[in-house]
């Protein structure tokens, strides 16, 4: 048998990578300013400044790295910044960079992304405009751990919404959203409720 203790009175420290899009991210910070997620959220890192006044206005320090440095030092600037605010978790809401298998290995079990493609199929660019063109009847969104194979890791939590061949491309966007930022948020909470145990690759969620 294999147990593990949990300390409920330490907060866990979450931080949040970021790139353009802001759904995701404004999700975590209302769920937390509303006192629905037991975590802290020291800091927020990008590799745009377009979300910098979105952490302005929650308080947060914010670091934009520049990924055109090359991979090895970007991740190393990005590492030096969650040791200095000594992050537990690391959470990719709509952060669009592939993390190297280094950084992966060091974070294993820490890293919780958002698939914003549809299941189970239409990875890569543009997953609503492929949607849209196959003409899907159900479209979703998976949370799941960072795995050093892309889009592949343990899966925390999955939600699904039924579309009308009427909806447009635009529809199909906007609707993706809401699948999104609700899912990534209940990964997160599952995960700082201590409820998600992975054995041999494959998760269990235990409420």
């Not at 759904?23 to 509303?34: M, W």
Request: aromatic share 10%; with cysteine.
């Amino acid at each position: 048998m294999e147990w593990s203790l949990f300390d409920r009175s330490r907060r866990q420290r979450v931080a949040i990578l970021v790139s353009k899009t802001s759904h995701c991210l404004y999700e975590l910070l209302l769920k937390h300013q509303d006192g629905e997620l037991d975590c802290d959220i020291p800091v927020i890192v990008s590799n745009h400044p377009d979300l910098a006044s979105v952490a302005t206005q929650f308080h947060i320090p914010f670091f934009q790295v520049d990924p055109l440095k090359g991979k090895e030092a970007y991740e190393g600037d990005v590492e030096e910044i969650l040791a200095r605010y000594r992050a537990d978790l690391v959470v990719l809401a709509r952060y669009m960079q592939v993390l190297s298998g280094d950084f992966v290995k060091k974070w294993e079990r820490r890293v919780i992304n958002i698939h914003h493609g549809f299941l189970p199929a239409f990875q890569g660019a543009k997953p609503y405009h492929q949607a849209w063109a196959k003409g899907v009847k159900i479209i979703g969104a998976t949370a799941h751990f960072v795995s050093e194979v892309l889009d592949e890791g343990p899966i925390i939590a999955q939600d699904i919404l039924r579309v009308a061949d009427t909806r447009s491309v635009g529809e199909f966007i906007r609707l993706g959203k809401d699948v999104e930022r609700k899912v990534l948020y209940e990964a997160l909470r599952l995960y700082l409720d201590n409820s998600v145990f992975v054995r041999e690759g494959r998760t269990f969620i235990i409420p």
